[in-house]
Each structure stands twice: as structure tokens, then as C-alpha cells.
């Protein structure tokens, strides 16, 4: 942990030329060390939220005209005095303006120390703050809308109703033991039971939405697989709309993975061509099958490429099964519908779960499309259900599931100290995803992992 008395200086735009920079300044002499090398109004007499025009002066040498912006504490991201200092995007200009202020008082921010200071000194929780990550590291519209969530604390409630909820019966259970000479029952064992069924219900929940949440923020793995020739390549491309992968009618021409990333309604879909499955005819051949049947197990969505024109449903049907794994969504996809009679398109396979395309026309790739989003996310993100995506978080609620199972499993047979222990416990573990219970290594192990000048 650091010295959060001091004043801390970083670049808080990306680094490389642009038409301009922002260096931000944050701790209780940051007005004071800008106003040192700023010429142009007095900044410790100006209001907060307030932007002035002047030049960053070395001595007699001008650096570069800038505008300030002043944030006077408590009003500002940190909740301490911050400046930032827009100035023109010259590499050159940036470090000579940064190496000014060190050397009139500041020191160069740590990874995240921003962010940090914003949690320490109570602008947000710490989980607020980790989303502050997600969000800029966000790459679509619902990673974007989920990170945005929790920054906006809507996870936090949910989490601090139920520690709330929690306390209320642990500090009755405590005042049971102050009593315990007495046997007397403060903590109705009933009313216990209904809230830690209630509690588990809501953690529960959040649980399983880490698998939905986890894929939103990292893209969901698709895999498109069958056999060789099946036009799985070609589909590729039509997703797509561009020639991605290349397409020949000689079987086999995909010896090895492409992966290329899809948005459909604000979701990245990270779709893999695969290999086609067969017994391999050469060594490289056959290390490309074994990667494709790596690349299914670790997806969430196989979409399943069949020519419905050459494969019979006996083979279709046994390819399926062969595929099928526990945990994975399948999609059939009969591919060159426009090379079937109308006889032969009605004795195909029609599930929810099938759809007939021809991937070298584009005929209903659009359709496909929408049976892939629903296929993966449904009625998920309708309305304003919490969406996990923090592996620390779902494992701090599965902790916190543990402990409270073993509340109900005692409640008949322990003692209120023993039931006390396992609620303390799942208070700790809830307070370690906002921050009320903290540690010095696992502030050090989240902020590092920031960009520095956030």
C-alpha cells in the first residue's frame, strides 16, 4: 500500500501521438503544485469545476498552452483535489509536462492508485471499482451495459440487503451467547430458516449467472463443426460477410482453427471454423481433427454444419450424438438448401434448435444469426436481472453458499456459537466482494491489474 497523502501524476489518455493528452493530478496539493508551473489565473482561488486557459512554463521556457480542469475535494473522482491538464498530444510535450510536476512535488502514479484512492477514501465500493475496469476494458454493447450496472452499484444493493439482513439475526444470536447461562432464545429459528432460504435463493441465482455474465464480458465461444465439405467455411464467411476463410469443394481444406468475432445485437460471439471431422488420411490432418474436438468442449454454442443434400439421417443422427456434450447448446444447421428439392427440405430434421441455410447464396443466414444470440443468451439480459462476471465474486458467493448451508443444516443440532460462526463467515465472504472486509495483498492483486492514470 502506498502513502495516500501524497499528490500522484500519470497520463490518463493512451499513450502515442493524438491531438491531445490528458495528465491527471490527484491529492491534497494537486491545485497547488499545478498552479507552480501553470501561467495564466491563480488556480487556488478558483471555483470547482471550473476549466482555464494558459501555458505550462518551465522557468522562462513555455511548454505548451493547456487547459486546467479543477475538481476541489470532496467533488471529484477521488474524492480528493484533482486537476486534469489537457494538453497537445506530442509524446515529447506529455513527458516534459509530467517530469515538471514531479519535480515540483508530485510522484508517478501507481497502476489503478485513481481508482484506488476512489475506494479508500468511499466514492465506491469495491466492486464499483473493479467494474470501473470492465468498463473500459468493455468491446460490445452488453459488456458495456453489464459493467455500467455495477458501477452504477446495482450489485452492491442486492449485496448489502442481504449482509443487512444477516447481521440483524448474527447480533441476536450473539446476544444468546451473553445469555447462554439463562438458555434463553432471542433469534427466532424459524424466522432464521425463511431468511437463509431467502438469501441462498438470491446467491444462488447470481451463481449461475456467472456463466452468461463471464461470456458477455469475454465473448461467447461458438464453434462451427461437421464433416469435411459440409460448408462450414463458407458459412463462416457468410456470418461474417467476408471472405474470411478459405473455400474449395475438395473435402479437408481446413486443416487447422480461424477464429473471428461476431456482434449480434450487442453481444461478441468468438466463432471457430474448425477442422472437419472424419478419420484423418495424414498426420496434419488429424491433429486438426483433435483441435476441433478441444475447441467443442471448451464452447458454450456448437453449431453443428451438415450437407443436406450428400448425408443420410442415420449418419446426421449419429454425428449428433457423437457431438453432444454436457453444458454445450447445439444448433443443426442444414447447409446448401439451394441444391434440394422441396421433397427432400420437408423429410429434414425441424426443431427449434434446426435451421436450413445455403451458406454460398446467404439464404437465411440472418435467421441463424438470431438462433445463435437466443441459443446463448434467451431472456437473460431482459429486464434488470444482476449478471456476475468477476471470477473473484462468484467465488466469494459460492463461500458464502457454503456457509449458509451449513446454518440450515445446523439449526437443529449446534449450538448459537456454532451457528455464528457460519453466519460470520458469510458475512466475511459478502464483505469481501464490496470492500467492507479488505486486505492489503488483495487491494495490491485487483488495482495492479488497471491501467495507469485510472
Same mark, same amino acid.
Given at each position: *500500500?502506498?502513502?495516500?497523502?501524497? !499528490? ?5 489518455t ?46 522562462? *521556457? ?8 479543477l &475538481?476541489? $475535494? ?12 489537457? @494538453? ?20 508517478? $502514479? ?40 455495477? =458501477?452504477r452499484?446495482? &450489485?452492491?444493493?442486492q ?20 445469555? $447462554? ?18 438469501? =441462498? ?36 464467411n ?15 481444406t ?22 472437419? #471431422?472424419?478419420?484423418? !488420411? ?19 454454442? =456448437? ?12 449418419e446426421?443422427?449419429?454425428? *449428433? ?29 425441424? !426443431?427449434?434448435?434446426?435451421i ?24 437473460? =439480459? ?38 455464528s ?14 470492500? $467492507? ?9 485487483? &488495482?495492479?491489474?488497471? @491501467? #495507469?492514470?485510472?
Open positions: *500500500m502506498t502513502n495516500h497523502e501524497e !499528490t500522484i501524476v500519470a497520463l490518463a493512451p499513450t502515442g501521438i493524438g491531438a491531445i493528452g490528458v495528465i491527471r493530478l490527484s491529492g491534497p496539493d494537486a491545485i497547488i503544485i499545478a498552479n507552480k508551473v501553470f501561467k495564466g489565473k491563480d488556480l487556488t482561488r478558483q471555483a470547482s469545476h471550473t476549466i482555464h486557459f494558459g501555458s505550462i512554463t518551465d522557468g522562462n *521556457m513555455v511548454l505548451d498552452e493547456v487547459l486546467m480542469s &475538481f476541489v $475535494a470532496p467533488r471529484s473522482y477521488t474524492r480528493e483535489n484533482v486537476v486534469e491538464i489537457s @494538453c497537445h498530444g506530442s509524446n515529447y510535450i506529455i513527458e516534459s509536462i509530467i517530469k515538471l510536476l514531479i519535480k515540483n512535488g508530485a510522484r508517478s $502514479a501507481k497502476a489503478g492508485e485513481f481508482t484506488l484512492r476512489a475506494f479508500l477514501n468511499g466514492q465506491l465500493d469495491l466492486s464499483q471499482a473493479e467494474a470501473v475496469a470492465d468498463l473500459i476494458a468493455s468491446n460490445s454493447k452488453a459488456s458495456q451495459q453489464v459493467a455500467l450496472q455495477q =458501477l452499484g446495482g &450489485f452492491s444493493s449485496l448489502q440487503t442481504l449482509r443487512e439482513q444477516l447481521v440483524q439475526f448474527a447480533s441476536l444470536i450473539e446476544l444468546e451467547l451473553d445469555f $447462554a447461562e439463562e438458555d434463553v432464545e432471542f433469534a427466532n429459528r424459524d424466522q432464521l430458516k425463511k431468511l437463509i432460504n431467502d438469501i =441462498l435463493r438470491v446467491i444462488t441465482a447470481l451463481i449461475q449467472s456467472f456463466e452468461l455474465g463471464n461470456a458477455i464480458k469475454h465473448g461467447i465461444n461458438t464453434v462451427i463443426a461437421g464433416r469435411p465439405n459440409a460448408g462450414k467455411s463458407t458459412l463462416l457468410a456470418l461474417l460477410n467476408e471472405e474470411r476463410a478459405i473455400v474449395s469443394h475438395i473435402p479437408g481446413t486443416r487447422d482453427t480461424i477464429e473471428e468475432v461476431l456482434n449480434i445485437n450487442g453481444i461478441n460471439f468468438r466463432l471457430i471454423d474448425t477442422a472437419g #471431422i472424419r478419420e484423418a !488420411t495424414d498426420a496434419i490432418e488429424k491433429i486438426g481433427v483433435e483441435r476441433t474436438m478441444e475447441k467443442i468442449s471448451s464452447s458454450s454454442l =456448437l453449431v453443428y454444419v451438415y450437407d443436406a443434400e450428400q448425408i443420410t439421417l442415420a446426421l443422427y449419429a454425428d *449428433m450424438g457423437n457431438l453432444q456434450k454436457p453444458g454445450i447448446t447445439m444448433l443443426i444447421v442444414a447447409n446448401k438448401a439451394d441444391l434440394l428439392t422441396q421433397e427432400q427440405i420437408v423429410a429434414l430434421p425441424h !426443431t427449434e434448435s434446426a436450413i441455410v445455403s451458406a454460398k447464396q446467404k439464404q437465411h443466414i440472418d435467421e441463424l444469426k438470431n438462433k445463435i444470440y437466443h441459443a446463448a443468451v434467451k431472456d437473460k =439480459l431482459e429486464g434488470n436481472d444482476i449478471l456476475v462476471t468477476n471470477l473473484r465474486h462468484l467465488e466469494a458467493l459460492q463461500k458464502t453458499e457454503e456457509a449458509l448451508i451449513r446454518v440450515l443444516a445446523g439449526m437443529e443440532t449446534v449450538t448459537s456459537d456454532f451457528l460462526m457460519d453466519i460470520k463467515q458469510a458475512l466475511h465472504y459478502l464483505g469481501e466482494i464490496t470492500g $467492507a472486509v479488505t486486505t492489503d495483498d488483495l487491494l495490491d492483486n485487483i &488495482f495492479s491489474k488497471f @491501467c #495507469i492514470g485510472k
